[in-house]
Structures are given as structure tokens and as C-alpha cells.
């Protein structure tokens, strides 16, 4: 088994080189071999768990066994890239949550500045806070504890942050620590920059919801209620009997409707706090 898995996982990991980056950004520790193994791992086990019927009823309609056999790499197949799709997700997650108050967290650190604080302490007051951002200070501050330098520690956050935003602060607290150059005024203007792009998010979100409200309103209310109404009053004229398990199967379809647009709603939503 190690034999046969061994060049099997080197030459997928081949095959996904960005994903040693994306583990790191997602805040999974392990190994990009280790991950790729656990993922083939759990789509060979769903997959036998969802072409399992499809053996039962091929081999009772004696259908052919190729097609169970396509069933089975096919669930392979979409549960391996499920697996290996998750750290993205997770990247988009902690980008959101660093972005959703990093403006504030930021503005803080600047303060403490500007009253004197040195920045390793400063740093240390935003990893206090009860922001969502503030725990991502709090991982530079817990590695320089460790024993790192200030600069290896903001570096490694700065390669491995998914937040562009994030990656810009960190930016200029390097070049301030290698050129010597005064952070407080670089962050200034960052902040500003910062700013002005969560207000263009705003108001983007604003024309968004905009359009989105007038089709929500044609599509999950309008339609469904003229629809069910218009099949009843023609159901009567055919003698279909209304019933409620035929009601629920309608209601079904536009309770997934109504779903659909929540989901939507929430994705365009700004994760943002001025």
C-alpha cells in the first residue's frame, strides 16, 4: 500500500503546487502530502458510500457494470476536488473576518503610536482588542514570544496573510523596520487609501442590493404567489384535487427559492466597519 500510495500522493502534490500556500493561508497545519492523502482518503470512502445503491440496482437490472464503475470514479472525482476546494473557502473566510474591522484595529495601532508606545508594544495593545482582526495581530505577537525576531514574524504573516489589505499594513511596518523610514506617517496615508476603497464597497453593495431587491421582489414573491394562485384556481376547472402533500411539493421548490436569494443577499454583503 505505502509502495503504490507513495508515488500516487508525489504525483498529485505535483499537480497542485499552490495548495503548500493555500494550507498556510487557511491556517491548516499540515502537509500538503499529508492533506492530499487525508482528501483522497474520504472521497474513496464517499464514493463507495454513494455508488453503493447504484451496485445494488445495476445488479439487479443487470446493467452493466461499467457504469457503476463510471458512477464510482465520478464520485472520486468530485469528492477529491471538494477536499482539495475546502482551504479556499477557509481563505475567504479569515480575509473576510480580517477585513471586516481591520480598519479599526489599524487606526488603533496608529494611535498608540502617535501617544509613544514602541511598535512592539503597540502591536501587543491591538492583540488585545475584541476585534476579529486583532487575533491575526495576536499570532505575530505569539511568535515573537516564541523567540522570533519582530521581523521574521511580521514577515511570515506577510507571506502567508490571505488579506491584501492585511498584507499592505504589514508592508509598510517591514519597510519602516528595514529602512528606518517613520511607520506612523505611511500608515496614515494607508489608512486613508483603506478607507476610501471600503467606502467605494459601500456604495457598490448599494446599487447591488439595489437590483437585486427588484428581482426578489418579481421572482421570490410576485411569481410564486400569482403561480400557486393561478394553479389552484386551474386545478379547480380540471378536477385536480388540492391537497396538502401536492401543496408542499409546490412549496418546496420556492422555499429553495427564498433560500437561494438569502444565500445571495449575504455573499454580496461588504464585511466592513468604518
Given at each position: 500500500?505505502?509502495?503504490?500510495?507513495?508515488?500516487?500522493?508525489?504525483?498529485?502534490?505535483?499537480?497542485?503546487?499552490?495548495?503548500?500556500?493555500?494550507?498556510?493561508?487557511?491556517?491548516?497545519?499540515?502537509?500538503?502530502?499529508?492533506?492530499?492523502?487525508?482528501?483522497?482518503?474520504?472521497?474513496?470512502?464517499?464514493?463507495?458510500?454513494?455508488?453503493?445503491?447504484?451496485?445494488?440496482?445495476?445488479?439487479?437490472?443487470?446493467?452493466?457494470?461499467?457504469?457503476?464503475?463510471?458512477?464510482?470514479?465520478?464520485?472520486?472525482?468530485?469528492?477529491?476536488?471538494?477536499?482539495?476546494?475546502?482551504?479556499?473557502?477557509?481563505?475567504?473566510?479569515?480575509?473576510?473576518?480580517?477585513?471586516?474591522?481591520?480598519?479599526?484595529?489599524?487606526?488603533?495601532?496608529?494611535?498608540?503610536?502617535?501617544?509613544?508606545?514602541?511598535?512592539?508594544?503597540?502591536?501587543?495593545?491591538?492583540?488585545?482588542?475584541?476585534?476579529?482582526?486583532?487575533?491575526?495581530?495576536?499570532?505575530?505577537?505569539?511568535?515573537?514570544?516564541?523567540?522570533?525576531?519582530?521581523?521574521?514574524?511580521?514577515?511570515?504573516?506577510?507571506?502567508?496573510?490571505?488579506?491584501?489589505?492585511?498584507?499592505?499594513?504589514?508592508r509598510v511596518i517591514r519597510e519602516s523596520l528595514s529602512t528606518g523610514v517613520d511607520v506612523k506617517n505611511n500608515l496614515e496615508v494607508l489608512l486613508r487609501q483603506m478607507t476610501r476603497e471600503q467606502l467605494?464597497?459601500?456604495?457598490?453593495?448599494?446599487?447591488?442590493?439595489?437590483?437585486l431587491s427588484m428581482f426578489y421582489m418579481v421572482l421570490g414573491v410576485i411569481a410564486p404567489s400569482l403561480g400557486v394562485s393561478v394553479f389552484i384556481i386551474g386545478a379547480s376547472f380540471v378536477n385536480i384535487?388540492?391537497?396538502?402533500?401536492?401543496?408542499?411539493?409546490?412549496?418546496?421548490?420556492?422555499?429553495?427559492?427564498?433560500?437561494?436569494?438569502?444565500?445571495?443577499?449575504?455573499?454580496?454583503?461588504?464585511?466592513?466597519?468604518?
Amino acid at each position: 500500500m505505502v509502495n503504490i500510495s507513495g508515488p500516487l500522493i508525489e504525483f498529485l502534490s505535483s499537480k497542485n503546487r499552490r495548495l503548500d500556500l493555500q494550507l498556510k493561508q487557511a491556517n491548516i497545519k499540515e502537509s500538503v502530502d499529508s492533506y492530499i492523502k487525508k482528501s483522497a482518503l474520504i472521497a474513496f470512502v464517499l464514493s463507495f458510500i454513494i455508488s453503493a445503491p447504484f451496485f445494488f440496482v445495476f445488479l439487479k437490472e443487470k446493467i452493466s457494470m461499467l457504469y457503476w464503475i463510471l458512477v464510482l470514479a465520478g464520485s472520486f472525482y468530485l469528492g477529491y476536488h471538494i477536499m482539495l476546494g475546502l482551504p479556499y473557502y477557509s481563505i475567504k473566510k479569515r480575509t473576510q473576518e480580517i477585513e471586516s474591522d481591520l480598519l479599526y484595529s489599524v487606526r488603533y495601532l496608529l494611535l498608540k503610536m502617535r501617544t509613544g508606545s514602541p511598535l512592539l508594544n503597540a502591536l501587543a495593545d491591538v492583540a488585545r482588542l475584541k476585534t476579529n482582526s486583532s487575533r491575526y495581530f495576536g499570532e505575530i505577537i505569539g511568535d515573537i514570544y516564541r523567540g522570533d525576531t519582530v521581523e521574521n514574524s511580521i514577515n511570515n504573516a506577510y507571506l502567508y496573510t490571505p488579506s491584501k489589505q492585511f498584507k499592505e499594513v504589514l508592508r509598510v511596518i517591514r519597510e519602516s523596520l528595514s529602512t528606518g523610514v517613520d511607520v506612523k506617517n505611511n500608515l496614515e496615508v494607508l489608512l486613508r487609501q483603506m478607507t476610501r476603497e471600503q467606502l467605494i464597497k459601500i456604495e457598490s453593495y448599494s446599487k447591488k442590493i439595489s437590483s437585486l431587491s427588484m428581482f426578489y421582489m418579481v421572482l421570490g414573491v410576485i411569481a410564486p404567489s400569482l403561480g400557486v394562485s393561478v394553479f389552484i384556481i386551474g386545478a379547480s376547472f380540471v378536477n385536480i384535487k388540492v391537497t396538502g402533500t401536492l401543496l408542499g411539493l409546490i412549496f418546496m421548490p420556492i422555499a429553495g427559492l427564498q433560500m437561494l436569494f438569502i444565500y445571495i443577499f449575504k455573499s454580496i454583503k461588504p464585511m466592513v466597519n468604518l
